[in-house]
C-alpha cells in the first residue's frame, strides 16, 4: 500500500521539489497551500504523514497540528521553516529549510513509525 505525504507549504517551488522527491520514494504526495486547506485535505482524506510550513497562510502549522490533536487526530507531523532556525514542539521533528532529501526522507520514516506506535 502506498503511503500518502500531505505538504502543506505555501512556497511552490518548496512543495513541487517535495512532490517529486516523494513521488521518487514511491509515497503519493498531496500538496495544500495553506493551513486552512491543509485542514480540509487532513479531514477529507487523511495522509500518513504531514509536512507542514511553520509559518502557512490562514491557519500555521503549529496551530494546525494543535487544532489536530485537539481533535483527536494522531498524524505525524513534522514541521518546516526557512524563517526559523527551530521550533521546539515536543514530538514533533523539525527540518530547517533548505534541507536535503535524505533528512527528510529520515523525518517520514521515523514519522511512520511513530505512527505505528501511537493507538488508534
Known amino acids: 500500500m502506498q503511503r500518502s505525504i500531505l505538504i502543506a507549504d505555501d512556497d511552490p517551488h518548496v512543495a513541487d521539489g517535495l512532490t517529486g522527491l516523494l513521488a521518487a520514494a514511491g509515497y503519493r504526495a498531496r500538496r495544500a497551500g495553506d493551513g486552512a486547506a491543509a485542514l480540509f485535505e ?23 497540528m494543535r487544532r489536530l490533536r485537539s481533535q483527536g487526530t494522531c498524524i505525524p507531523m513534522v514541521l518546516l ?19 536535503n532529501a535524505d533528512e527528510v526522507l529520515q523525518a517520514i520514516t521515523h514519522a511512520l513509525a511513530r505512527r505505528r506506535l501511537t493507538p488508534a
Open 81 to 99: 521553516s526557512a524563517e526559523f532556525d527551530y521550533v521546539d514542539v515536543p514530538g514533533v521533528p523539525f527540518l530547517h529549510k533548505p534541507f
Open 42 to 64: 487532513i479531514q477529507r482524506d487523511p495522509p500518513d504523514v504531514v509536512l507542514a510550513e511553520v509559518t502557512l497562510p490562514r491557519l500555521d502549522g503549529v496551530t494546525l
